[in-house]
Structure formats: C-alpha cells, structure tokens
C-alpha cells in the first residue's frame, strides 16, 4: 500500500464526502421540518456541521478498512442518519416521499456544483491536478450517493419513497423489511447486483443530464 498515494486520494476526497454527507443529512432535517417534524431542528441535526452528521464506525472506520482491504477497489460508508418522525408529519404517507427525496436531490444538485466548477477550472487554463481532481472526485462522490440512495429498499431513501407510492397493504409489506434491509442490501452489493443493475446505468444516466446542463457553460468558455 503506497502510503503517499493513500494521504493524496484523502485529501482530494475529504471536502466533496465531508459535504456530501453533511448537506445530505441536512436536507432530510430541513424537509421535515418544512412537513411537520421538529425532531431533527430540536436534536440540532440542521447544520452543516460535519461533526454532528459523522458516524465514526460508518463514516470513517468502515470505509477506511474497505480501502485497504481491497486496495480501493470497494468502498462503502454511511453518516448518521437524521431522526425523523414520520407520524408528526402533516400527511405521513405523502410527505415521507419529499422527506427521503430531499437527500438525494441535494447529493444531485452538489454534483452539478462540482462539475461547473471543474468546467470553469478547465476552461480558464488551471492546470492545478489537485483542485480538478476534487471537482471530479466532488461530481462522482456526489453521483454515488444519489443513485446508491434511490436504491428502493428500506431503509435507503429509494426504499422510503417506494413506501411512500405504494398503496396502502403493498407499502406496509415492503416497510416490514426494513430491519434486514441493509443486510439484504450490503448482500446485493457484494454480490455486484447493485452496483451493474443499478448504479452504473443511473449513474450514466446523471453524467449525461449534468453534460446536457452544462453544455451551455462549456461552449462559453470553449
């Protein structure tokens, strides 16, 4: 394990998976206060603050023995996910799907954040790695966690918002595997069902919205 190159690729990825996560976390909080729940406002889990959203088993220490237990080629982490209290919402059902939506939206939006900045660096003559690594280590971070999250299986946010479309017998049944969800989930993964059924092509799928958003910017500074 080349030492030097693993303090580089953590440097570059630390500011992208620091707000990722943060503004992910966040925006689950805001939603649901906007519908009806304090819960997260009242805890103080609304910040920005990375500290209040990091999960030391899942933010640094899971991902950190995945890096060097297959040399970088699978990594996997999570944050501390944000209370929320479904029942205090003005209309559960409905408004579970924005609450679960607003994370991945906001993981969509600061990747297309990224990506002008990468299109700007580029198109003003920076030559500068370390910051057009971060901007596309901050596109990809960000594509990852919108496209793993809309997995739709409880407890991702894809499986809440399943839940929250569904009718009423066909949501309580796909709700109840909630507590294995993640086992059933981390099973998919290894097993490279998730990441070549799903991540790859809705992940394809948003680098080619992002390219068609930005192709304005690009023959601008072209």
Known sequence: MDISNLIQTVLIYALPVLFA????????????????????????????????????????????????????????????????????????????????????????????GWAILLVALVGSGVEERFFIEM??????????????????????????????????????MVSRIEPWGFFIVMGLVIAGVVGTLWLRPLMSLGYGVIQFLLTPLTALLR
Request: aromatic share 12%; no cysteine.
């Open 135 to 172: 901007a596309r280590a901050g596109v990809l971070v960000n594509l990852v966690m919108w496209a793993f999250n809309l997995f739709p299986l409880p407890p991702l946010d894809g499986g809440r918002i399943l839940v929250g479309l569904l009718p009423w017998k066909q949501a309580h």
């Open 21 to 112: 996560i943060t503004v992910h976390e966040a925006a689950h909080g805001y939603a649901a206060r906007h519908f009806g729940d304090n819960t997260a406002y009242m805890m103080g889990r609304i910040t920005l603050n990375p500290i209040k959203h990091i999960d030391p088993v899942g933010t640094i220490l899971m991902p950190l023995l995945l890096y060097f237990a297959t040399s970088g080629a699978f990594l996997f982490g999570y944050a501390k996910p944000v209370p929320v209290n479904f029942g205090n919402l003005r209309n559960p059902k409905k408004h579970m799907v924005w609450v679960a939506l607003a994370g991945p939206a906001s993981n969509f939006i600061q990747a297309i």
